[in-house]
């Protein structure tokens, strides 16, 4: 089973709709991150949380928000998706007792559209 | 701020050959540096990461190389194998005032037979 799941894999949307990305970890990391890839730009820092009651904004949080329900899972929240939402969403987990190192692992990817 | 380039954006080669992918970075305070593989449409998957104490690491075919002084890194991969192609991702942790992980755009890896 992977350690770092997301869902869904691919959701095609409308403009204007609320949109919720879930992620859900099995490897006991406290640290969870949420970016975005866009074709030329590389990976952007959305979110990220260090712990379940720390949130933080990242390079580019304008439009989203996110909640982190328990240490294993962290959401992505679009109230309300435009088109230039549509992207491919990674979440990210890493661990601070190895802080030093502070590698970090990912899901597999939600290729989300927006028209 | 901390900028991450990676060149060549895009590389081809015959299957055997050894090749070498190089990774810039503007700030060299940084805590470690990561080399990722990205298949088309897929997630990211760590292949190495170097410490800032460390000038190396190997794993398998692929050594990654850091040199902070001058803001570098290679990955090299030996005896390329059509299974290598895909885009290879470096990102640093740290450096330009953040303690957050800033990506290269990547090089897309051609292997063939």
Request: with cysteine.
């Amino acid at each position: 089973d992977a350690d770092v799941t997301q869902t869904p894999r691919n959701r095609i949307t409308k403009t204007g709709k609320r949109i919720m990305l879930e992620c859900s970890q099995t490897k006991g990391h406290d640290r969870m991150y949420w970016y975005r890839q866009d074709p030329g730009l590389g990976l952007r820092l959305i979110y990220y949380s260090f712990d379940v009651k720390d949130i933080n904004k990242g390079e580019i949080s304008d439009g989203y928000s996110v909640s982190r329900q328990a240490q294993a899972k962290f959401s992505l929240s679009l109230e309300s998706a435009i088109p230039n939402q549509t992207a491919l969403y990674f979440c990210a987990t890493s661990d601070s007792s190895r802080a030093f190192q502070n590698e970090q692992f990912f899901g597999p990817g939600t290729r989300l559209t927006v028209l | 701020k901390q900028e991450v380039t990676q060149i060549p954006a895009a590389l081809s080669v015959p299957e055997g050959e050894n090749l070498v992918l190089n990774c810039s970075f503007t700030d060299s305070a940084i805590y470690n540096l990561q080399w990722f593989r990205q298949d088309p449409g897929k997630g990211l998957t760590s292949l190495l990461l170097i410490q800032s104490s460390q000038r190396e690491q190997t794993s398998g075919r692929l050594n990654a190389s850091l040199d902070k002084s001058s803001g570098r890194s290679t990955l090299y991969i030996a005896a390329s194998q059509p299974g290598d192609s895909a885009t290879y991702l470096c990102a640093v942790l740290g450096g330009g005032n953040t303690d957050k992980l800033i990506f290269g755009t990547g090089t897309r890896l051609q292997v063939f037979p």
